[in-house]
T-cell receptor
Framework: KNEVEQSPQNLTAQEGEFITINCSYS?????LHWLQQHPGGGIVSLFM???GKKKHGRLIATINIQEKHSSLHITASHPRDSAVYIC????????FGAGTRLTVKP | GAGVSQSPRYKVTKRGQDVALRCDPI?????LYWYRQALGQGPEFLTY??????QDKSGLPNDRFSAERPEGSISTLTIQRTEQRDSAMYRC???WGPGELFFGEGSRLTVL
C-alpha cells in the first residue's frame, strides 16, 4: 500500500466547475506539499501546509492532521488549470502520491 | 543562482556505462532532494540532504545509485553500470529547511 494515496487518478471537468482533489497519507508528517506539473514536465510548488487552510487565488488547500487527509480545491476552473496535481508528504524524506491528472474542457 | 539548475538536461548512454547527474540548488537552500519520474508516473523519492549530510537514502533503488553533496551546495547523483530500467527523468528540488520546494527542470536519462 502506498503511503500517499491520491484520488481521483483522472478528472475531467467543464470550465467553471469546482474541483476537489484528495490526498490521504499513512505516516506522520511535518508538512504536506501540493505540486503542479504541466504537460511540459516542469513542477511548481502550489502550497506547503502543516495545519489548517491556505488560499492563493482560485486555489484552496486544506489539511486535517488527525485524519491524515488533505484536499486541494480549484474554484471556477479554467482550461489552463489542466495539469497533473501531486501531493507530497514530508516525513524527514519526501513521499509522493501518484498524481491526479486534471483536464478542464472549455 | 536564480533557480535550481540541473545538468545535463538530456543524457543518452549505453547500458553498462556510469552517469553523473548534477544539481545546483538555490543559493542558501539547506535541503536538497533527488527524485526520479518514469513516464506517466508520479515522482519517486531517491534521497535527500540537509547541508552536506545525507539524511535518508532509503529510496535509492540499489547500490549502483549514490549521491553526494560534499560542500552542502551542489549535489551529484551517480548511477554506475546503468541498465535500461534506469531510464527516467531525474529531478532535484531544494528548500530552505521545511519550506516551499523549488524544482529543477530535470535530467532525462535514456539508457540504450
Amino acid at each position: 500500500k502506498n503511503e500517499v494515496e491520491q484520488s481521483p487518478q483522472n478528472l475531467t471537468a467543464q470550465e467553471g466547475e469546482f474541483i476537489t482533489i484528495n490526498c490521504s497519507y499513512s505516516v506522520g508528517i511535518s508538512a504536506l506539499h501540493w505540486l503542479q506539473q504541466h504537460p511540459g514536465g516542469g513542477i511548481v510548488s502550489l502550497f506547503m501546509l502543516s495545519s489548517g487552510k491556505k488560499k492563493h487565488g482560485r486555489l484552496i488547500a486544506t489539511i486535517n492532521i488527525q485524519e491524515k487527509h488533505s484536499s486541494l480545491h480549484i474554484t471556477a476552473s479554467h482550461p489552463r488549470d489542466s495539469a497533473v496535481y501531486i501531493c507530497a508528504v514530508d516525513n524527514n524524506d519526501m513521499r509522493f502520491g501518484a498524481g491526479t491528472r486534471l483536464t478542464v474542457k472549455p | 543562482g536564480a533557480g535550481v539548475s540541473q545538468s545535463p538536461r538530456y543524457k543518452v548512454t549505453k547500458r553498462g556505462q556510469d552517469v553523473a547527474l548534477r544539481c545546483d540548488p538555490i543559493s542558501g537552500h539547506v535541503s536538497l532532494y533527488w527524485y526520479r519520474q518514469a513516464l506517466g508516473q508520479g515522482p519517486e523519492f531517491l534521497t535527500y540532504f540537509n547541508y552536506e549530510a545525507q539524511q535518508d537514502k532509503s529510496g535509492l533503488p540499489n547500490d549502483r545509485f549514490s549521491a553526494e553533496r560534499p560542500e552542502g551546495s551542489i549535489s551529484t547523483l551517480t548511477i554506475q553500470r546503468t541498465e535500461q530500467r534506469d531510464s527516467a527523468m531525474y529531478r532535484c528540488a531544494s528548500s530552505w529547511g521545511p519550506g516551499e520546494l523549488f524544482f529543477g527542470e530535470g535530467s532525462r536519462l535514456t539508457v540504450l
